[in-house]
């Protein structure tokens, strides 16, 4: 197994490799991640990362079950803009290959207002990657003039509820489903 020192020094040569504006972030445990804006050139890293999300954390992230990505999925996620939609995503050197490990993203649901969501790979829970990538998305959704960014999820989220917490969202039950939580924050 590989130290974080060993870890981090095979990583920052794919890192810098990378084309384009990025930031190298440490998480909880000292490797260091690469954190950029989601591109075209990610779809097949964004279904990888699907594929490889445990049953529980895919219905977590899409509220409903999702065994097989399909395009019309992938095409919606893809679909960014920087500014009504914005995605960063978390990779992670492993043997060579950088694989994402996490995604952020926030969508416009009306002027001011945009609904966000995070996702982290189940073996890269825990390490504060998820409040790195919130970190991102909060700071493009000031510079491009939002004021408020909720996420609706399920009742039973309780890392959601918690890094919602930690980045003092507001919680409230949603009224039109018991299920499900809404976490709102004011920018």
Known sequence: ????????????????????HYWIEALKDGRHVLIRPLAQKDREREYAFIKRLSPESRHMRFLAQVN??????????????????????????????????????Y?????????????????????????LLMAHLIKAARRNGYRQMYSVDAASNTPMR??????????????????????????
């Open 162 to 187: 918690d890094l919602a917490k930690v980045l003092h969202f507001e919680t409230y039950n949603d009224p039109q489903d018991s299920r499900q939580v809404i976490h709102r924050l004011y920018l």
């Open 68 to 105: 097989e990505p399909g395009a019309a999925l992938l095409d919606q996620l893809m679909d960014t803009d920087n500014q009504q939609r914005v995605a960063f995503i978390a990779l992670a050197h492993d043997n060579g290959e950088l694989v994402e490990i996490g995604v952020s993203r």
């Open 1 to 20: 197994m590989l130290t974080v020192k060993d870890h981090n020094d095979r990583a920052a040569a794919a890192y810098a490799a990378v084309d384009g």
């Open 107 to 131: 969508a416009a649901t009306g002027e001011h207002e945009c609904e966000c969501a995070v996702t982290v790979a189940d073996d890269w829970t825990h390490l504060g990657l998820g409040l």
